[in-house]
C-alpha cells in the first residue's frame, strides 16, 4: 500500500512561509491499494481537498474523530461532487457522538447546500473497537486518551502495518498498554506530536503529546519507521527540523511528517 501525507498540522491551517515545507493543512492521510486501487482515506481535515480519487475509484473516509480540525475540509472533498465514485464514509462511535453532526456540518449558515442535496451522500457507519473490512481494507480500531474520545486505526498490509494515532496523550496506562499492544510492530506508525517536552506539561488534559514521548513508544513497540504528525499551527520547518534531530537521538528512523510525502509498505 502507498501512504500519502495530505494535511500534517493540528487545530488550525497556518499558512505561513517558514512553514511551507511541512505544509500547511490539517489531518488526512490517503492510501492506496495498487493492487486492486482502492483508497483509503483517514480524517477529513483541510488535506483532504488535495485528495482527487478516479472518477470510478472505491474510495472509504474513515474519522477518528469529530473535532473541527479533523472535519473541516469534508465540504470540500472533491469525491462529494462526484456520483461517479463509489463513496463510503465511516465514523467512529464514541461518548461524545451525536448522529445530527453530519447534517449540521452541511446546514446554513454553514454551508450553501445540504448534505443529501451533494451528488455524492453516503450514510455513515458506525465503527467500534475491534477488526472490520473497509472499502476493500483490513482495519482494526483502538480508544486513544482525547478529550470526547477518538481511535487509532492499525491497517493492514501485505509489506507491514500502518498505524495511525493522530489525538492521543500519553500518561493513563488504561489507554496506553492497550495501544502498545495494539501497535506492537508495525512498519510504520504515525503519532501525535503537537507539542515539546518542555511546552506539554502546560497543556495536560489537552489530548496531545510530545516528541519525546513518540519517539520512546516508537521504540518499547518496535515499530519500522515513525511520523511525529498533529504539528503545533505556527510550528516553523526550522523548528520541525529540529524536533526531528532530536527525536532520531531517541529513535532513528523517525521524521517529521511533510505535506506531499509518500513512502511505500
Given at each position: 500500500?502507498?501512504?500519502?501525507?495530505?494535511g500534517?498540522?493540528?487545530s488550525v491551517p497556518w499558512d505561513q512561509p517558514d512553514g511551507a515545507e511541512h505544509g500547511c493543512n490539517t489531518a488526512c492521510i490517503e492510501i492506496l491499494d495498487e493492487s486492486t486501487g482502492a483508497v483509503l482515506v483517514l480524517d477529513a481535515g483541510s488535506g483532504i481537498c488535495g485528495v482527487t480519487p478516479?472518477?470510478?475509484?472505491?474510495?472509504?473516509?474513515?474519522?477518528?474523530?469529530?473535532?473541527?480540525?479533523?472535519?473541516?475540509?469534508l465540504p470540500y472533498f472533491p469525491a462529494l461532487a462526484d456520483s461517479r465514485c463509489a463513496l463510503s464514509l465511516y465514523a467512529p462511535a464514541l461518548p461524545s457522538h451525536d448522529p445530527?453532526?453530519?447534517?449540521?456540518?452541511?446546514?446554513?449558515p454553514f454551508h450553501p447546500l445540504p448534505y443529501r442535496a451533494l451528488p455524492n451522500h453516503p450514510a455513515p457507519r458506525m465503527i467500534a473497537p475491534g477488526r472490520a473490512a473497509i472499502g476493500g481494507f483490513e482495519v482494526a480500531a483502538i480508544a486513544l486518551n482525547h478529550p470526547g474520545g477518538a481511535f487509532a486505526y492499525r491497517v493492514a498490509g501485505r509489506g507491514g502495518d500502518f498505524v495511525f494515532a493522530t489525538d492521543h496523550e500519553f500518561g493513563m496506562p488504561e489507554y496506553d498498554e492497550p495501544f502498545a499492544a495494539f501497535a506492537e510492530g508495525a512498519a510504520a506508525v504515525v503519532l501525535d506530536a503537537q507539542?515539546?517536552?518542555?511546552?506539554?506539561p502546560r497543556y495536560a488534559g489537552w489530548g496531545h503529546s510530545d516528541w519525546r514521548q513518540c519517539a520512546e513508544f516508537a521504540v518499547a513497540t518496535g515499530a519500522g519507521a515513525l511520523y511525529l504528525f498533529h504539528h503545533k499551527p505556527g510550528r516553523t520547518d526550522a523548528e520541525l527540523r529540529e524536533i526531528e534531530r532530536d527525536a532520531r537521538r531517541v529513535f532513528d528512523a523517525t521524521r517529521a511528517a511533510r505535506e506531499g510525502h509518500t513512502f511505500t509498505i
Open positions: 500500500m502507498r501512504v500519502s501525507f495530505r500534517v498540522r493540528g478516479a472518477p470510478d475509484a472505491n474510495v472509504a473516509l474513515v474519522l477518528t474523530h469529530y473535532h473541527w480540525d479533523h472535519l473541516l475540509g445530527a453532526w453530519l447534517d449540521v456540518l452541511f446546514r446554513e507539542f515539546t517536552p518542555d511546552e506539554r
